[in-house]
């Protein structure tokens, strides 16, 4: 086995584009879910929306990337207001409702033929990022290496400018968190009731909450995307969102850094593991597919069975996190 | 998390009911033939029969898949496209160039969906006739399309209010939405396929000669049987096993919630990694052919299973409204506190909530497996249950049956102005506005606060 | 004085805080609440007594707008407060707490208190973004907050997370974080349920400190003792009506109340011992 490469492999993830994308994704839900305790179970639909805003302009509109960009914002209000409007006066369970079955229904219309000449169709879009990399100061087609990290030029670029991205906006949250606002969500999250008996308009509050976070999870899309170089509806599917539920649950909710944390903690470990399976000697490779059908084609499958048990055994008994305090836990009293 | 593991025997032990949920189903897969076609594609021949009976081969027609190159049928009729990988496709039969008496059945059928899976070829057939026995194309909104469209749409909500019921349920006695549902109608739908091709035992090498239901596989109504006997026990589990004891140790709904998600998951990507996802057929009643009747088409299992879920529907409704554990269900849903301290065994009725609830999405399972069985038939109809169930509001059993009902008539009748690819659009669209107008439901109350 | 009003339902006061005329609630068909007319004198405590399932919290939710009223109309201090959301009820100066304490259990005590002002600039999403902007507003507030801690006993707990908190002391924050929205009217639902006796007398003091400040106390209550102690006013509900009014001494020797009551009192006391 070749530990050196699977070293090199996890921590270049460490810090790789997935962590970046994953941690901006997972910062916008735990405005939702974390502050202010809203069942959001489509936020891969705010990827998409971000996505599809900056792809759409370009694509459709021939408008250019940055005008893009600013739709990539304006898709995620938009989407945010049609998701928030009818079920944030309702009990925080209509929002998952509503929430699941947009994204999937999302992703099923904007692939579907009568959107292709807008969207792209199951093909999607691709050739929007252009300007982006022309601002970029590295060689695009050559490797960088540093210490055990490696990385083409052109996701350094990325790099550079996602974790700039991520730093700044964890800063913001951690900043709103800290104010009054913050304050008052998490005064809705705990007793909704008692918010508005104190002169908290919790409606609102929540619509703000759900454009704060969703907005941030359009930037989590677009930095996806403008990665990837092109939008593909399959892309956003719903294991998107539950991988970064169980992220957000891992670095536990409720803090502005655990995003991060556990974007890290996720990624090496699942890039660890499937590389580690990937380099079994053939012996015991066949064993396996024997005993339990691994095969190359589900060592990717086994990453969402790994999320689902350990989002189950998370939410049962550490819904605070694997670095929160018991003391949280035990005050759980509803 | 692993430290939390060792000290607690209780988690080792829902661990193991995991484990062995995997094994079942892993064994399941053992046994499934590898087909190991790296290119995929998308085939069919196109024939008809003429006035004399015969078979005949129509050659040099067109048929396209939606963004890649059309192609011609050749001398025996045959097509095949390959295409870059799994997914939705449309395919169209350029009517134009088919013999000029020769004509498609349904005239608006010249495009059939096609959900591409991993590891195998699509057969697709257009069913042609003989332009003598041909009728004229039918409009838009030709009565018959209409009642064509309502017939098929009060199937899909006798299968929807069977998925339902189970979900309505549980939201009543314990306030749990269960994202996790329609993972129980995938189950079923699953396990009907195994049962029906190995059997209770037959999975087990040498028990495979033992007489059905045993082994050899059995009847897909007996396999039914099971299947809704496999769901129960899940259902009793999930709940025993699961969310009883969380609730007993005071885990918050939102984190039940967040678990019911995290079980989904698990449980869809179990199915996938065994089942794999392609999509399959049961051994039984899979080929049948659509006999007409008043102009509407049907398949002889297509009216059996309506029949066997209008029986069990009323059955259900009967037993709501006469049994008395049916009693104890609706009075625990309208309030759990009151039916407490009347001497209602609150958890008892929970249990039976449960174990009832996933027999029926089992029977659904098996139902909408009829058309096809994927590792993902119960996710593809998650919107419409939810749908129904907001529309009949969340918590009643009754509001479950018509909400299920409404929703699978208004999206089938939807397609008559829109694309049949935006009816999910239009199902999430009645759950938006039912929603901000009337959010309890058709038969919900109004809650109380404070 | 109050004590000079005469002692039937529906009378009319001086200085009203509350009108209510004609309001009816229903629910699923039956009337829950229906009440023909009341008014609350300001300045005063008035307590809302009544057997179990008299409508005494459904009222309670009805005048504070957590539920809507099917007919009628509230005033409060002469304005027409029907359509008006509760958050705004706070703004206009009255505030409530709750039967079941709503302690904010996973946010500190002082978080808890600092939560009730109003007007907060910081809770400005765009203007959260910059501390100096609402940074003297939360000083001002903390302050306030702690002058409160300290007046109900509760400033060992500052820094604590409210859920750590015993029954009473969770009454007490509750009672203090509604004195941050500086209300003129203070509805309390059950003060006393399910605080231990030593914590009653203080409680009760902490009650009739808030009338001799001016304001007006309106509050529900089974305990016929503790009424008698400290109100000024009782109003009587049964299944949904107000079936008397009066001062504590008068509500003693009503018949009718005592008729609702006796039964009632033998009602409790079994379902007690569940």
Redesign the interface.
């Given at each position: 086995m070749d530990w050196g490469f699977i070293f090199e492999r996890t921590f270049s993830t460490m810090i790789g584009p997935e962590v970046v994308i994953y941690a901006l994704a997972a910062l916008g839900l735990n405005i939702h879910f974390g502050y202010t305790?809203l069942?959001n179970?489509g936020h891969v639909a705010f990827m998409a929306a971000g996505a599809y805003g900056l792809g759409v302009s370009v694509y459709y509109f021939h408008w250019n990337f940055w005008i893009g960009l600013g739709m990539a914002m304006v898709y995620s209000i938009v989407l945010a207001l049609?998701l928030g409007?009818?079920?944030l006066?309702?009990r925080?369970?209509?929002l998952?409702?509503?929430t699941?079955?947009?994204s999937?229904?999302i992703r099923?219309?904007v692939?579907?033929?009568?959107f292709?000449p807008i969207t792209g169709?199951?093909?999607g879009i691709s050739e929007f990022s252009k300007p982006f990399y022309d601002l970029s100061p590295f060689d695009l087609g050559r490797f960088y290496s540093f210490g055990p990290f490696r990385y083409l030029g052109r996701d350094l670029w990325v790099l550079v400018v996602g974790w700039t991205l991520l730093i700044l906006l964890t800063l913001?949250v951690q900043?709103?968190m800290r104010?009054?606002?913050?304050?008052?969500l998490?005064?809705i999250r705990?007793?909704e009731?008692?918010?508005?008996?104190?002169?908290?308009?919790?409606y609102a509050f929540k619509i703000?909450s759900l454009l704060?976070g969703g907005a941030i999870g359009a930037v989590a899309g677009v930095v996806q995307v403008v990665q990837k170089g092109s939008i593909q509806a399959?892309g956003f599917n719903?294991?998107i969102t539950?991988t970064i539920?169980m992220i957000l649950?891992i670095g536990g909710p409720a803090r502005p850094w655990s995003p991060i944390a556990g974007s890290m903690i996720y990624w090496s470990l699942i890039i660890f593991v499937e590389n580690v399976l990937r380099q079994l000697s053939p012996q015991t490779r066949e064993s396996l597919e024997r005993t339990?059908?691994l095969s190359d084609?589900?060592i990717g499958?086994?990453r969402?069975?790994i999320?689902?048990?350990?989002?189950?055994?998370?939410?049962?008994?550490?819904?605070q996190g694997?670095f929160g305090s018991r003391?949280?836990m035990?005050?759980?009293?509803? | 998390m692993l430290l939390n593991l060792a000290d607690r025997p209780q988690t080792i032990k829902k661990v193991l009911v995991f484990a062995l949920l995997g094994l079942f189903l892993g064994v399941f897969g053992v046994s499934r033939v590898a087909a190991d076609d790296a290119d995929l594609g998308i085939s069919g021949q196109l024939k008809y029969k003429n006035a004399a009976g015969e078979t005949i081969f129509v050659a040099g027609a067109t048929v396209s898949v939606d963004g890649l190159d059309a192609v011609t049928t050749d001398e025996t009729g045959s097509f095949r496209i390959p295409v870059p990988g799994p997914g939705e496709y449309r395919i169209s039969l350029d009517t134009a160039t088919l013999p000029e008496t020769v004509s498609l059945k349904d005239a608006n059928r010249n495009f059939l969906d096609v959900n591409l899976s991993t590891d195998r070829d699509q057969v697709v057939i257009f069913s042609l006739q003989d332009g003598s026995t041909s009728v004229a194309s039918e409009s838009r909104f030709a009565l018959r399309r209409v009642v064509q469209l309502s017939v098929e749409g009060i199937k899909f909500g006798l299968y929807l209010a069977l998925a339902s019921v189970g979900l309505s349920l549980i939201f009543g006695t314990t306030g749990l939405v269960n994202f996790a549902h329609a993972e129980l109608v995938t189950f079923g739908n699953l396990m009907g396929y195994f049962f029906n091709y190995y059997g209770l035992a037959g999975v087990v090498g040498f028990l495979a000669p033992l007489p059905a239901p045993l082994g050899s596989g059995s009847n897909l109504i007996i396999a039914a049987a099971l299947t809704m006997f496999a769901g129960g026990i899940l259902g009793y589990g999930l709940n025993r096993f699961i969310f009883r004891p969380a609730r007993r140790s005071g885990v918050s709904l939102l984190a039940q919630m967040v678990m019911t998600i995290g079980g989904s998951i698990l449980l869809r990507y179990i199915f996938l990694y065994f089942f794999t996802g392609g999509t399959r057929a049961y051994r039984s009643y899979s080929a049948q052919r659509a006999s007409e009747f008043l102009g509407i088409y049907l398949t002889p299992k297509d009216i059996a299973s309506m029949f066997v879920s209008v029986v069990i529907l009323l059955a259900i409704g009967f037993g709501l409204k006469r049994t008395r554990s049916g009693r104890a269900m609706r009075a625990v849903s309208d309030n759990r506190d009151l039916s407490e301290s009347s001497g209602i065994d609150v958890e008892k009725v929970i249990s039976q909530v449960w174990t009832t609830g996933a027999a029926l999405a089992s029977l659904a399972g098996i139902f909408f497996g009829l058309d096809a069985v994927t590792w993902e038939s119960g996710f593809r109809v998650l919107l419409f249950v939810f749908a129904s169930v907001t529309l009949g509001g969340l918590g009643t059993a009754f509001g479950a049956l018509f909400g299920a009902l409404i929703v699978g008539l208004v999206i089938n009748l939807s397609t008559l102005f829109i694309d049949v690819e935006l009816k999910n659009m239009m199902a999430l669209l009645a759950l938006v506005v039912v929603l901000m107008f009337k959010p309890q439901g058709l038969f919900g109350r109004k809650e109380r606060i404070g | 004085m109050i004590a000079n009003y005469s002692p039937t339902p529906g009378v009319s006061k001086n200085r009203p805080a509350l009108v209510v005329k004609n309001v009816s609630k229903s629910f699923g068909g039956l009337k829950a609440v229906d009440v023909k007319h009341l008014e609350i004198e300001s300045g005063v405590i008035t307590a809302l007594i009544g057997p179990n399932g008299a409508g005494k919290t459904t009222f309670f939710n009805l005048l504070t707008a957590f539920d809507s009223i099917d007919s009628g109309s509230i005033e409060l201090f002469g304005k027409d407060i029907v359509g008006v959301a509760s958050q705004n009820l706070a703004k206009q100066g009255m505030v409530r707490t709750f039967q079941l304490t709503k302690a904010l259990s996973k946010m500190t005590v002082i978080d808890n208190l600092k939560l009730g002002a109003l007007h907060q600039s910081g809770e400005n999403f765009i203007k959260s973004l910059f501390t100096p902007i609402w940074s003297s507003q939360e000083r001002e507030i903390e302050s306030r907050a702690d002058a409160l801690l300290d007046r109900f006993n509760l400033s060992h707990m500052r820094d604590e997370f409210a859920g750590t908190m015993s029954g009473g002391q969770r009454k007490l924050l509750e009672m203090a974080r509604a004195l941050m929205t500086d209300p003129q009217i203070l509805m309390l639902d059950e003060p006393m349920a399910g605080v231990n006796p030593a914590l009653t007398q203080s409680l009760l003091g902490h009650v009739k400190l808030l009338r001799d400040e001016g304001r007006t106390v309106i509050f529900v209550e089974h305990n016929m003792d503790v009424v008698r102690d400290i109100s000024d006013w009782v109003v009587v509900m049964a299944e949904g009506a107000i079936i008397a009014e009066g001062t504590p001494d008068h509500i003693r020797s009503n018949q009718v109340v005592i008729d609702a009551y006796l039964g009632v009192h033998h009602d409790r006391e079994l379902s007690n011992d569940v």
């Open positions: 305790g069942l179970f049609i409007i009818p079920t006066r309702l925080a369970d209509y998952g409702l509503v699941i079955a947009a999937e229904t099923i219309t692939r579907s033929r009568v292709k169709g199951a093909e913001m900043q709103v104010a009054p606002w913050g304050r008052a998490r005064a705990e007793d009731d008692a918010a508005r008996s104190l002169g908290k308009n919790a703000q704060f399959d719903p294991t539950f539920w649950i339990i059908k084609i589900n499958q086994m969402y069975i999320v689902g048990l350990g989002l189950l055994l998370l939410a049962r008994y550490r819904p694997i003391e949280e035990a005050l759980d009293d509803r | - | -």
